[in-house]
């Protein structure tokens, strides 16, 4: 079972901060790569970061030096801190493990108020 699954959504005003976090079981989450993507209303699903087994990580153009991914292994845990949030940034943030095929967690709100 690698079902991933996140908390820590919520309501914030702009330049505010949350930090997200995917726990997912399996003995395999320390040697796979893990990733955060969101999607607002009305668009499509896009990447928002992607933390590799040994620390790599990438991030989408429209969020660097605000949001960072880590993880910790030992507690098979990804987060996502997210600093200074506007309001373009509301989505539904969804927890990915991937592997031969992309496990989804449910998705969390995050709603940024102006």
């Known amino acids: 079972q690698v079902q991933p699954v996140e908390s820590g959504g919520g309501l914030v005003q702009a330049g505010g901060s949350l930090r997200l976090s995917c726990a997912a079981s399996?003995?395999?989450?320390?040697?796979?790569?893990m990733g955060w993507h969101r999607q607002a209303p009305g668009k499509q699903r896009e990447l928002v970061a992607t933390i590799t087994a040994g620390g790599n990580t990438t991030y989408a153009d429209s969020i660097k030096g605000r949001f960072t991914i880590s993880r910790d292994n030992a507690k098979r845990t990804v987060y996502l801190q997210m600093n200074s949030l506007k309001p373009e940034d509301t989505a539904v943030y969804y927890c990915?493990?991937?592997?031969?095929?992309?496990?989804w967690g449910q998705g969390t709100q995050v709603t940024v108020s102006s």
């Open positions: 990915a493990l991937y592997l031969s095929s992309t496990y």
């Open positions: 399996g003995s395999i989450f320390s040697l796979v790569s």
